[in-house]
């Protein structure tokens, strides 16, 4: 039948071959009738080359499987033989002493021993299993056998079908195989119970296929493989198999490389492993292409696979492609899963909720949970125990071509719209939890579940910074500019409690962007007033506070925003403060505080105070800066001084630290730790833990030491060193280490 449809359409071997990605030779010994039973895969892919629709289509896929059944079920000898394992296979030490264990574990009286390997497609399950068969086959004198269920097909093999095979593979003649399922399954665990078998059940579609293949106590074995979780079999040992590290994905691509590994250059070699995500069957494709190409290089070919739009189409070699085998798992699916299957794909950043699933499935919570259960039983996606989900990034880009292929351009358009608008909106939210003026946001907004908390708020943004700044990176570009806006001004309190986030650049650069794009000059001046101070934050970027605070002071100016003036004023005397121009910095913060009174913006007011003080601080003035601090901590405590409440608390922890800087300076160590104590207790209590809790704490740690409260100063010195560490800074976290051993 394929050598007529090949003639039909006036191709050679070698030209079908080149169409299909079929080699020449596989189809040579397809139309001589060597091969009867060619894999499901190989027949689809010349199916697709000849384009054969309707019944031609079926005839030539029906054939093919039939085929592979007989061969199943009428070899006279060699009945289920274990597969060749591959030369080249790598790693997995860990999981092959699972296997190990597996074979000396103690099986309980009429309970067998199963071993269960689940995984993603590409993980390389059956290979694994072969090798792992192999390297145990002489502890199973009767025999190993090894039977693929076709659990991805569109019709798996019946478990009736299956124990036929099995019951003939030990010798049971065909006239003695009962017609009744049930019989059949006792009869097989009859035939274990005093033989020493190991049994491979390839490639497994459900519970209820296995649970008759099961033997029952004795010193058989069996191992299963399948994509599922399988999680209603109970009594099995369990192995899930995972991407491989990038040191063993290397390795394998040595090995299939061989001796052309040498020349092809470490660095594109490990590019390359790093782009096949540590999937086996990615890494054998990439390798045999260039093993098969001589004239390739590896770096070019690591550049086209570095293109992601282009890159699934690089992952083929003759009948492999890894497409295909995502594509099995997809075709598993319920249609309402696949649809949310490939609409995941739009949403940005590395994993994401139950909620924002159900936001681009536009589906109800409920039905979100058990889209996600199926597609991590699939192993489509990643699951946490924290409720989060990710795609491998093979798999998203699987995921990223099926949206394209069969979702029309509205409907695509539709899904990410909808993604983007409630990501900036959650986070816009969130954000606001912690302005002053704001308070607990209303719900407004049925399709937004609003932080009930300040913590929740806290957690909600943490934990989801990747895919609302991902949205707002993408709306910046489709120019929703003023969803990004006001989603960028909503963060400038937050940023307060989470100083030391990477994001915040890119953020107030997108508000700034967004403002200019809208011609608002005081919010374009607010958001680089706002960049200025995200680079007083260590390691602190002086020259670029004076940039951006240059920037904003022109644009205030021309806008008339008299508040953005005295912040960017603020912000110079800051960069100049770090530049050790103290003298030129306390005009400045003035100017400043005289703006902001007359405004009456007090929390402004007593914010630039505060600078002041810390002026006459650095300039060893300390009496004057003592007194200075002392006057903001008595307005922060004046419920008639017009400071924000939430503001006044917030500020009031630095002010007692201050002081207690100052104390330490003027010799009064005592003062010194009890305010410096006090500040540091309200920073706990408030969960802020940043560069200033942390030099607190070793301010702290040396008054102590100098009182010669050595335990006291040693501990303190730690925590002061943990701090430092979970910030970033190594170098503050060994000179406190190093500090605290002197201490004790």
Same mark, same amino acid.
């Given at each position: 039948?394929?050598?007529?449809?090949?003639?039909?359409?006036?191709?050679?071997?070698?030209?079908?071959?080149?169409?299909?990605?079929?080699?020449?030779?596989?189809?040579?010994?397809?139309?001589?009738?060597?091969?009867?039973?060619?894999?499901?895969?190989?027949?689809?892919?010349?199916?697709?080359?000849?384009?054969?629709?309707?019944?031609?289509?079926?005839?030539?896929?029906?054939?093919?499987?039939?085929?592979?059944?007989?061969?199943?079920?009428?070899?006279?000898?060699?009945?289920?033989?274990?597969?060749?394992?591959?030369?080249?296979?790598?790693?997995?030490?860990?999981?092959? $002493?699972?296997?190990?264990?597996?074979?000396?574990?103690?099986?309980?009286?009429?309970?067998?021993?199963?071993?269960?390997?689940?995984?993603?497609?590409?993980?390389?399950?059956?290979?694994?299993?072969?090798?792992?068969?192999?390297?145990?086959?002489?502890?199973?004198?009767?025999?190993?056998?090894?039977?693929?269920?076709?659990?991805?097909?569109?019709?798996?093999?019946?478990?009736?079908?299956?124990?036929?095979?099995?019951?003939?593979?030990?010798?049971?003649?065909?006239?003695?195989?009962?017609?009744?399922?049930?019989?059949?399954?006792?009869?097989?665990?009859?035939?274990?119970?005093?033989?020493?078998?190991?049994?491979?059940?390839?490639?497994?579609?459900?519970?209820?296929?296995?649970?008759?293949?099961?033997? +029952?106590?004795?010193?058989?074995?069996?191992?299963?493989?399948?994509?599922?979780?399988?999680?209603?079999?109970?009594?099995?040992?369990?192995?899930?198999?995972?991407?491989?590290?990038?040191?063993?994905?290397?390795?394998?691509?040595?090995?299939?490389?061989?001796?052309?590994?040498?020349?092809?250059?470490?660095?594109?070699?490990?590019?390359?492993?790093?782009?096949?995500?540590?999937?086996?069957?990615?890494?054998?494709?990439?390798?045999?292409?260039?093993?098969?190409?001589?004239?390739?290089?590896?770096?070019?070919?690591?550049?086209?696979?570095?293109?992601?739009?282009?890159?699934?189409?690089?992952?083929?070699?003759?009948?492999?492609?890894?497409?295909?085998?995502?594509?099995?798992?997809?075709?598993?699916?319920?249609?309402?899963?696949?649809?949310?299957?490939?609409?995941?794909?739009?949403?940005?950043?590395?994993?994401?909720?139950?909620?924002?699933?159900?936001? $681009?499935?536009?589906?109800?919570?409920?039905?979100?949970?058990?889209?996600?259960?199926?597609?991590?039983?699939?192993?489509?996606?990643?699951?946490?125990?924290?409720?989060?989900?990710?795609?491998?990034?093979?798999?998203?880009?699987?995921?990223?071509?099926?949206?394209?292929?069969?979702?029309?351009?509205?409907?695509?358009?539709?899904?990410?719209?909808?993604?983007?608008?409630?990501l900036l909106r959650m986070a816009t939210v969130?954000?606001?939890?912690?302005?002053?003026?704001?308070?607990?946001?209303?719900?407004?907004?049925?399709?937004?579940?609003?932080?009930?908390?300040?913590?929740?708020?806290?957690?909600?943004?943490?934990?989801?910074?990747?895919?609302?700044? +991902?949205?707002?990176?993408? $709306?910046?570009?489709?120019?929703?500019?003023?969803?990004?806006?006001?989603?960028?001004?909503?963060?400038?309190?937050?940023?307060?409690?989470?100083?030391?986030?990477?994001?915040?650049?890119?953020?107030?650069?997108?508000?700034?962007?967004?403002?200019?794009?809208?011609?608002?000059?005081?919010?374009?001046?607010?958001?680089?007033?706002?960049?200025?101070?995200?680079?007083?934050?260590?390691?602190?970027?002086?020259?670029?506070?004076?940039?951006?605070?240059?920037?904003?002071?022109?644009?205030?100016?021309?806008?008339?925003?008299?508040?953005?003036i005295a912040w960017s004023h603020e912000y110079?005397?800051?960069?100049?403060?770090?530049?050790?121009?103290?003298?030129?910095?306390?005009?400045?913060?003035?100017?400043?505080?005289?703006?902001?009174?007359?405004?009456?913006?007090?929390?402004?007011?007593?914010?630039?105070?505060?600078?002041?003080?810390?002026?006459?601080?650095?300039?060893?003035?300390?009496?004057?800066?003592?007194?200075?601090?002392?006057?903001?901590?008595?307005?922060?405590?004046?419920?008639?001084?017009?400071?924000?409440?939430?503001?006044?608390?917030?500020?009031?922890?630095? $002010?007692?630290?201050?002081?207690?800087?100052?104390?330490?300076?003027?010799?009064?160590?005592?003062?010194?730790?009890?305010?410096?104590?006090?500040?540091?207790?309200?920073?706990?209590?408030?969960?802020?833990?940043?560069?200033?809790?942390?030099?607190?704490?070793?301010?702290?740690?040396?008054?102590?030491?100098?009182?010669?409260?050595?335990?006291?100063?040693?501990?303190?010195?730690?925590?002061?060193?943990?701090?430092?560490?979970?910030?970033?800074?190594?170098?503050?976290?060994s000179r406190c280490n190093a500090l605290a051993?002197?201490?004790?």
């Amino acid at each position: 039948m394929l050598r007529g449809h090949r003639r039909a359409s006036r191709w050679t071997l070698e030209q079908l071959a080149e169409v299909s990605g079929v080699s020449a030779r596989t189809l040579s010994d397809m139309e001589r009738g060597r091969s009867k039973g060619p894999q499901h895969r190989t027949v689809t892919a010349l199916a697709d080359a000849l384009a054969l629709e309707g019944e031609a289509r079926r005839e030539l896929l029906e054939l093919a499987r039939d085929g592979r059944l007989r061969d199943h079920w009428t070899r006279p000898s060699g009945l289920c033989e274990l597969p060749r394992s591959v030369e080249d296979f790598t790693g997995r030490a860990a999981e092959l $002493a699972w296997m190990s264990e597996l074979l000396h574990a103690e099986s309980s009286a009429g309970v067998g021993v199963v071993g269960l390997i689940t995984g993603s497609a590409g993980l390389g399950k059956t290979t694994f299993a072969v090798r792992a068969a192999h390297s145990v086959r002489q502890s199973f004198p009767d025999g190993v056998l090894f039977l693929d269920l076709f659990g991805m097909s569109q019709q798996p093999r019946g478990a009736g079908d299956a124990l036929r095979v099995l019951l003939r593979a030990l010798g049971v003649p065909d006239q003695q195989i009962p017609g009744d399922i049930q019989e059949r399954a006792s009869l097989y665990r009859s035939s274990l119970r005093d033989k020493r078998v190991l049994v491979v059940l390839d490639n497994a579609a459900s519970e209820e296929q296995v649970r008759p293949l099961l033997q +029952g106590g004795g010193a058989s074995r069996t191992l299963i493989t399948t994509r599922r979780l399988l999680a209603g079999l109970e009594g099995v040992r369990r192995l899930v198999l995972g991407p491989l590290p990038v040191p063993e994905s290397l390795e394998l691509l040595a090995g299939i490389l061989g001796e052309r590994s040498t020349s092809a250059g470490e660095s594109a070699l490990t590019r390359l492993a790093e782009l096949c995500g540590g999937l086996p069957l990615a890494l054998r494709i990439i390798g045999n292409r260039l093993v098969s190409r001589p004239e390739w290089d590896a770096a070019e070919l690591a550049a086209r696979l570095a293109n992601e739009e282009r890159r699934l189409d690089q992952f083929t070699a003759g009948d492999l492609k890894i497409a295909h085998a995502f594509g099995m798992s997809y075709e598993q699916l319920a249609d309402p899963a696949r649809r949310l299957f490939r609409r995941l794909a739009v949403i940005p950043g590395r994993d994401f909720g139950a909620a924002l699933t159900a936001v $681009a499935g536009a589906l109800p919570i409920e039905d979100a949970w058990n889209a996600l259960d199926d597609l991590v039983d699939l192993g489509l996606l990643q699951g946490s125990s924290a409720g989060r989900y990710r795609f491998h990034d093979l798999v998203r880009l699987f995921a990223r071509e099926r949206l394209q292929e069969e979702e029309t351009p509205a409907g695509r358009e539709a899904v990410t719209g909808r993604v983007e608008s409630w990501l900036l909106r959650m986070a816009t939210v969130s954000g606001r939890w912690f302005e002053p003026g704001y308070g607990p946001p209303g719900r407004s907004d049925p399709d937004l579940p609003v932080p009930s908390s300040e913590e929740e708020a806290d957690w909600w943004l943490r934990v989801n910074v990747d895919n609302w700044l +991902g949205a707002m990176q993408a $709306a910046a570009g489709r120019g929703r500019h003023s969803l990004v806006l006001d989603c960028a001004e909503s963060m400038h309190w937050f940023s307060e409690r989470w100083v030391h986030s990477p994001h915040w650049h890119e953020v107030f650069a997108l508000g700034a962007e967004s403002a200019a794009a809208l011609g608002d000059l005081a919010q374009q001046a607010t958001q680089l007033n706002y960049l200025a101070w995200v680079h007083s934050v260590p390691p602190v970027d002086p020259q670029a506070m004076l940039r951006y605070a240059a920037e904003a002071l022109e644009l205030a100016t021309r806008g008339g925003a008299k508040a953005q003036i005295a912040w960017s004023h603020e912000y110079t005397a800051g960069a100049l403060l770090l530049l050790g121009r103290s003298d030129e910095a306390i005009p400045l913060s003035l100017r400043a505080a005289e703006t902001f009174k007359s405004l009456g913006d007090i929390d402004s007011y007593v914010q630039t105070l505060a600078n002041v003080a810390n002026c006459l601080r650095i300039e060893g003035r300390y009496a004057e800066a003592l007194q200075q601090f002392r006057t903001g901590l008595a307005l922060m405590a004046d419920g008639g001084s017009g400071m924000t409440p939430s503001v006044a608390t917030h500020s009031r922890p630095f $002010a007692l630290i201050r002081i207690g800087q100052c104390l330490g300076h003027l010799g009064r160590r005592g003062e010194a730790i009890t305010t410096l104590g006090e500040g540091i207790a309200l920073l706990d209590t408030l969960q802020v833990s940043d560069f200033r809790h942390a030099g607190a704490l070793e301010t702290l740690a040396a008054l102590l030491a100098e009182e010669g409260r050595s335990g006291e100063s040693r501990s303190t010195y730690a925590l002061a060193a943990l701090v430092f560490e979970s910030i970033g800074d190594a170098e503050a976290s060994s000179r406190c280490n190093a500090l605290a051993t002197v201490a004790s």
